[in-house]
Protein backbone atom coordinates (compact mmCIF):
# COMPACT_ATOMS: atom_id res chain seq x y z
CA UNK A 1 0.00 0.00 0.00
CA UNK A 2 1.52 3.97 -0.52
CA UNK A 3 2.26 4.98 2.42
CA UNK A 4 4.05 8.07 4.11
CA UNK A 5 6.54 7.64 6.41
CA UNK A 6 7.52 10.16 9.80
CA UNK A 7 10.86 9.07 10.98
CA UNK A 8 10.71 10.96 13.96
CA UNK A 9 7.50 11.11 16.23
CA UNK A 10 9.12 14.15 18.09
CA UNK A 11 11.68 16.81 17.52
CA UNK A 12 13.11 18.75 20.01
CA UNK A 13 15.54 21.98 18.89
CA UNK A 14 16.83 25.43 20.47
CA UNK A 15 15.63 28.16 19.18
CA UNK A 16 17.97 30.15 16.81
CA UNK A 17 19.35 26.65 15.87
CA UNK A 18 18.17 24.55 12.67
CA UNK A 19 15.38 22.71 12.02
CA UNK A 20 14.48 19.12 10.42
CA UNK A 21 12.01 16.95 10.11
CA UNK A 22 12.10 14.13 7.83
CA UNK A 23 9.45 12.23 5.57
CA UNK A 24 9.84 9.65 3.44
CA UNK A 25 7.29 8.29 0.57
CA UNK A 26 6.37 5.36 -1.13
CA UNK A 27 7.32 5.34 -4.64
CA UNK A 28 4.63 5.71 -7.23
CA UNK A 29 3.77 7.76 -10.44
CA UNK A 30 3.30 11.31 -10.04
CA UNK A 31 3.51 11.74 -5.96
CA UNK A 32 2.13 15.65 -5.06
CA UNK A 33 3.48 16.43 -1.36
CA UNK A 34 2.53 18.45 1.20
CA UNK A 35 3.25 19.36 4.76
CA UNK A 36 0.73 20.52 7.20
CA UNK A 37 1.23 21.94 10.60
CA UNK A 38 -1.06 22.17 13.44
CA UNK A 39 -0.83 24.35 16.90
CA UNK A 40 -2.46 23.56 19.82
CA UNK A 41 -6.19 23.50 19.28
CA UNK A 42 -6.24 24.60 16.05
CA UNK A 43 -6.86 23.19 12.68
CA UNK A 44 -4.70 22.55 10.23
CA UNK A 45 -2.23 24.68 8.25
CA UNK A 46 -0.71 24.45 4.61
CA UNK A 47 2.80 25.33 4.92
CA UNK A 48 3.60 24.35 1.65
CA UNK A 49 3.12 21.60 -1.50
CA UNK A 50 4.85 20.05 -4.25
CA UNK A 51 3.30 19.01 -7.46
CA UNK A 52 5.93 18.50 -10.07
CA UNK A 53 7.30 21.84 -10.46
CA UNK A 54 10.67 22.85 -8.92
CA UNK A 55 12.65 20.53 -6.12
CA UNK A 56 13.18 22.76 -3.55
CA UNK A 57 9.45 23.86 -2.28
CA UNK A 58 9.43 27.44 -0.31
CA UNK A 59 6.44 27.19 2.40
CA UNK A 60 5.30 30.02 4.78
CA UNK A 61 6.96 31.37 7.95
CA UNK A 62 10.31 30.34 6.53
CA UNK A 63 9.96 26.83 5.88
CA UNK A 64 10.99 24.59 3.03
CA UNK A 65 11.38 21.42 1.38
CA UNK A 66 12.82 19.48 -0.74
CA UNK A 67 11.46 16.87 -3.12
CA UNK A 68 14.53 14.33 -3.48
CA UNK A 69 13.26 11.64 -6.52
CA UNK A 70 15.89 9.25 -5.57
CA UNK A 71 15.59 9.19 -2.06
CA UNK A 72 11.47 9.17 -2.12
CA UNK A 73 12.26 12.25 0.83
CA UNK A 74 10.33 15.15 1.19
CA UNK A 75 11.86 16.30 4.48
CA UNK A 76 11.21 20.05 6.17
CA UNK A 77 13.84 22.40 7.21
CA UNK A 78 13.90 25.62 8.62
CA UNK A 79 17.22 27.70 9.06
CA UNK A 80 16.26 28.98 12.15
CA UNK A 81 13.38 28.27 14.86
CA UNK A 82 11.01 30.47 16.70
CA UNK A 83 9.39 29.65 19.77
CA UNK A 84 6.18 30.02 17.52
CA UNK A 85 7.03 27.02 15.33
CA UNK A 86 6.09 24.77 18.22
CA UNK A 87 2.81 22.72 16.91
CA UNK A 88 2.79 19.26 14.98
CA UNK A 89 3.58 18.89 11.70
CA UNK A 90 1.94 16.47 9.20
CA UNK A 91 3.81 14.77 6.08
CA UNK A 92 0.61 14.25 3.53
CA UNK A 93 1.18 12.42 -0.15
CA UNK A 94 -1.66 12.36 -2.49
CA UNK A 95 -1.44 10.30 -5.87
CA UNK A 96 -2.50 10.23 -9.10
CA UNK A 97 -4.41 6.94 -9.35
CA UNK A 98 -5.70 7.48 -5.74
CA UNK A 99 -8.10 10.42 -6.78
CA UNK A 100 -6.04 12.65 -4.42
CA UNK A 101 -7.38 10.85 -0.97
CA UNK A 102 -4.92 12.54 1.05
CA UNK A 103 -2.60 10.01 2.78
CA UNK A 104 -1.23 11.49 6.13
CA UNK A 105 2.09 10.66 8.13
CA UNK A 106 1.88 9.64 11.91
CA UNK A 107 2.94 13.11 12.73
CA UNK A 108 6.37 15.04 14.34
CA UNK A 109 5.72 16.89 17.46
CA UNK A 110 8.43 19.77 17.34
CA UNK A 111 9.43 21.29 20.76
CA UNK A 112 11.67 24.59 20.72
CA UNK A 113 13.43 25.52 23.79
CA UNK A 114 14.11 28.82 25.17
CA UNK B 1 -17.92 31.81 5.27
CA UNK B 2 -14.80 31.81 3.56
CA UNK B 3 -13.39 28.65 5.51
CA UNK B 4 -14.65 24.75 6.20
CA UNK B 5 -16.69 25.10 9.44
CA UNK B 6 -17.75 22.08 11.74
CA UNK B 7 -20.33 21.71 14.21
CA UNK B 8 -20.06 21.03 17.12
CA UNK B 9 -17.12 22.49 18.29
CA UNK B 10 -17.30 19.99 21.26
CA UNK B 11 -19.31 17.13 21.80
CA UNK B 12 -19.92 14.94 25.22
CA UNK B 13 -22.10 12.22 24.83
CA UNK B 14 -22.75 8.92 26.83
CA UNK B 15 -22.22 5.68 25.52
CA UNK B 16 -24.26 3.92 23.68
CA UNK B 17 -25.88 7.14 21.93
CA UNK B 18 -26.18 8.58 18.44
CA UNK B 19 -24.14 11.63 17.49
CA UNK B 20 -24.22 13.56 13.92
CA UNK B 21 -21.15 15.41 13.21
CA UNK B 22 -21.90 18.30 9.94
CA UNK B 23 -19.24 19.70 7.92
CA UNK B 24 -19.73 22.66 5.66
CA UNK B 25 -17.17 22.91 2.76
CA UNK B 26 -15.54 26.01 1.23
CA UNK B 27 -18.48 26.98 -1.61
CA UNK B 28 -17.99 25.28 -5.12
CA UNK B 29 -14.89 22.64 -3.52
CA UNK B 30 -16.35 18.91 -5.06
CA UNK B 31 -14.15 17.34 -2.65
CA UNK B 32 -14.86 16.13 0.72
CA UNK B 33 -13.05 14.31 3.43
CA UNK B 34 -13.47 13.04 6.81
CA UNK B 35 -10.51 12.41 9.07
CA UNK B 36 -9.94 11.34 12.83
CA UNK B 37 -6.98 12.13 14.86
CA UNK B 38 -7.02 10.39 18.13
CA UNK B 39 -4.97 11.02 21.34
CA UNK B 40 -1.67 10.52 20.42
CA UNK B 41 -2.36 9.13 17.02
CA UNK B 42 -1.93 10.45 13.29
CA UNK B 43 -4.66 11.36 11.09
CA UNK B 44 -6.49 8.51 10.03
CA UNK B 45 -8.74 8.63 6.93
CA UNK B 46 -12.03 7.83 7.07
CA UNK B 47 -14.51 8.65 3.84
CA UNK B 48 -13.90 11.38 0.68
CA UNK B 49 -17.28 12.71 -1.40
CA UNK B 50 -16.60 13.82 -4.99
CA UNK B 51 -19.98 15.42 -5.20
CA UNK B 52 -22.46 13.33 -3.63
CA UNK B 53 -20.89 10.05 -3.85
CA UNK B 54 -18.68 8.60 -1.94
CA UNK B 55 -15.54 6.56 -3.95
CA UNK B 56 -13.62 5.41 -1.31
CA UNK B 57 -14.91 4.52 2.41
CA UNK B 58 -12.60 1.69 3.26
CA UNK B 59 -11.47 3.99 6.36
CA UNK B 60 -14.76 3.48 8.28
CA UNK B 61 -13.80 1.55 10.88
CA UNK B 62 -17.20 -0.30 11.91
CA UNK B 63 -21.26 -0.23 10.26
CA UNK B 64 -21.68 2.31 13.16
CA UNK B 65 -19.77 4.94 11.20
CA UNK B 66 -22.16 6.02 8.06
CA UNK B 67 -21.68 9.39 6.18
CA UNK B 68 -23.51 11.39 3.50
CA UNK B 69 -23.30 14.44 1.61
CA UNK B 70 -26.46 16.46 -0.04
CA UNK B 71 -26.35 18.49 -2.71
CA UNK B 72 -22.87 18.51 -3.27
CA UNK B 73 -22.06 20.43 -0.05
CA UNK B 74 -22.97 19.49 3.58
CA UNK B 75 -21.96 16.40 5.15
CA UNK B 76 -22.85 14.54 7.85
CA UNK B 77 -21.01 12.06 10.02
CA UNK B 78 -22.91 9.96 12.41
CA UNK B 79 -21.64 7.36 14.18
CA UNK B 80 -24.28 5.34 16.24
CA UNK B 81 -24.36 3.47 19.66
CA UNK B 82 -21.07 5.55 20.42
CA UNK B 83 -18.17 3.81 22.51
CA UNK B 84 -15.10 4.99 23.87
CA UNK B 85 -12.88 4.53 21.60
CA UNK B 86 -14.53 6.60 19.66
CA UNK B 87 -13.26 9.56 21.54
CA UNK B 88 -11.06 11.98 19.19
CA UNK B 89 -11.33 14.90 16.65
CA UNK B 90 -13.07 14.54 13.64
CA UNK B 91 -11.43 16.62 10.78
CA UNK B 92 -13.68 18.01 7.72
CA UNK B 93 -11.60 19.12 4.79
CA UNK B 94 -12.46 20.21 1.34
CA UNK B 95 -10.66 21.03 -1.77
CA UNK B 96 -11.92 21.99 -5.43
CA UNK B 97 -11.63 18.58 -6.73
CA UNK B 98 -10.05 15.29 -6.41
CA UNK B 99 -6.84 14.53 -8.10
CA UNK B 100 -3.25 15.15 -7.08
CA UNK B 101 -1.93 18.55 -5.71
CA UNK B 102 -5.39 19.95 -4.97
CA UNK B 103 -5.03 21.86 -1.97
CA UNK B 104 -7.06 20.85 0.99
CA UNK B 105 -8.80 23.08 3.08
CA UNK B 106 -8.99 21.73 6.97
CA UNK B 107 -12.12 22.73 9.67
CA UNK B 108 -11.18 23.43 13.12
CA UNK B 109 -12.90 19.89 13.87
CA UNK B 110 -15.43 18.57 16.29
CA UNK B 111 -14.09 17.29 19.72
CA UNK B 112 -15.50 13.83 20.35
CA UNK B 113 -15.62 12.49 23.44
CA UNK B 114 -17.80 9.99 24.59
CA UNK B 115 -17.86 8.80 28.41
Known amino acids: AQSVTQLDSHVSVSEGTPVLLRCNYS??????LFWYVQHPNKGLQLLLK??????LVKGINGFEAEFKKSETSFHLTKPSAHMSDAAEYFC????????????FGQGTELSVKP | GAGVSQSPSNKVTEKGKDVELRCDPI?????LYWYRQSLGQGLEFLIY????????KSGLPSDRFSAERTGGSVSTLTIQRTQQEDSAVYLC?????????????FGQGTRLTVV
Open chain 2, 93 to 105: ASSLATGSGFRAF
Open chain 1, 27 to 32: SSYSPS
Open chain 1, 50 to 55: YTSAAT
Open chain 1, 92 to 103: VVTYYNQGGKLI
Open chain 2, 27 to 31: SGHTA
Open chain 2, 49 to 56: FQGNSAPD
